[in-house]
């Protein structure tokens, strides 16, 4: 197996950052099928469980090449049986971080005691919450998928693992507006924190008429409430994470394009992906459970030097950005949402009129609260 200190060279030789947080795909199996799904989890066609032996070299694997953490997902992690071994042996790898995303519905009462015993203070839960009102949740995710979530909360929170709960919510059409409640209710419930991230068009979202990406008159809203709603704004900033925010208070600047590999994403079928949110084949790596991690990283290097060379290279290919005052902190945004919801590596970022409005905003309306932050 390559070393640690040889992988790091042969990486930064390449102008990549090393692997900090990999996420890993236990299984492609899910107890719901929801509209917005990036991955289509659940579907007959989708991978079934990996092996448990499989996970468990993998993971300690990433632990031997200096790893800083591990994110379990899915489809459904919970519906993998091996799940809570996996996650019992990513704890006491010396990781800093191990994540477990979830939909909650799932857990047991043996489950949260087991989590609880844990006591490692780098996990943190990730539940899907898209929404504080069923219909909300339930549009996206199922009959009855918003009560399980919130059973699995307060089970995790009986035990006193709210701290350890971070909610994480899809931004669509229908449920932008209840960011605030959420956040509410996070903070009643003692939760740890609350992020959201954008729908992509792509995977089922593509397929779909239910649910729709935000309208940037919405994201306005959100910003004028953050100003002149004193308890949203005190409970955004001590508990929230979202975009729009972030960039209208100009602390999301990009300093530069995506340096491949420091999130990596394995699939369920043992395809290696540079990052998290890019899933282009093209430049993926293959049959990495029979390879290993440290040989599929050092198989990656040249493919994922040229995207890194095509990430470079988009504020100044990208015809949308040739006028945009946003072009050296925004660096043409995600190349990964570009490629999910286009299928072009030197499309802009499926949120840039979005960020364009935000930005005009910015520049035309004054902004209570920061100017409070600053006296």
């Known amino acids: 197996m390559m070393t640690p200190s040889e992988l790091a060279h042969k990486l930064d030789l390449a102008g990549l950052h090393p692997p900090g947080i990999l996420t890993l795909s236990i299984t492609g199996a899910c107890n719901l099928a929801c509209c917005h799904c990036w991955v289509k989890a659940g579907e007959t066609s989708s991978a079934s469980h990996v092996p448990a032996e499989t996970v468990l070299r993998l993971v300690e694997e990433f632990a031997a090449i200096g790893g800083d953490g591990i994110r379990i997902t899915g489809g459904e992690p919970l519906s993998n049986p091996d799940w809570l071994n996996i996650l019992q042996r990513a704890c006491s790898l010396g990781f800093t971080t191990v994540i477990l995303q979830t939909n909650a519905m799932l857990l047991k009462d043996t489950h949260v005691a087991a989590l609880r015993e844990l006591d490692f203070p780098g996990l943190t839960i990730q539940i899907s919450l898209d929404g504080v009102l069923p219909r909300t949740h339930d549009l996206v995710r199922g009959e009855g998928a918003f009560s399980g979530a919130l059973r699995g909360i307060e089970l995790l929170s009986q035990v006193g693992l709210a701290p350890r ?90 300093r530069e394009c995506c340096t491949f590999i420091e999130n990596p994403y394995l699939t369920p079928t043992g395809r290696l992906y540079p990052c998290l949110m890019c899933h282009t084949d093209e430049y993926s790596v293959t049959g990495v459970f029979e390879k290993g991690l440290g040989a599929a990283f050092a198989e990656g290097v040249p493919l994922w030097s040229s995207l890194h060379r095509i990430s470079r290279n988009r504020p100044d290919e990208i015809p949308e950005c040739q006028d945009c005052s946003e072009k050296a902190s925004c660096a043409g945004g995600c190349m990964g949402r570009a490629w999910g919801s286009c299928g072009n590596l030197l499309a802009a970022d499926d949120r840039c009129q979005v960020r364009r409005a935000i930005e005009e905003a910015k520049t035309t309306t004054p902004n209570p609260s920061l100017s409070r932050r600053g006296a």
């Open 165 to 254: 709960i971070a909610i994480f919510l899809t931004e669509m059409r229908h449920n932008l507006d209840e960011i605030p409640e959420l956040l509410d209710f996070a903070d009643r419930m003692g939760l740890g924190s609350v992020s959201t991230g954008s729908m992509v068009l792509c995977g089922r979202a593509s397929e779909t008429s239910l649910v729709a990406p935000p309208r940037a008159e919405q994201y306005l809203s959100l910003l004028e409430r953050y100003d002149h709603d004193a308890r949203f704004r005190e409970q955004y900033e001590k508990l929230g994470t979202v975009a729009a925010l972030e960039w209208r208070k100009g602390d999301a600047v990009c």
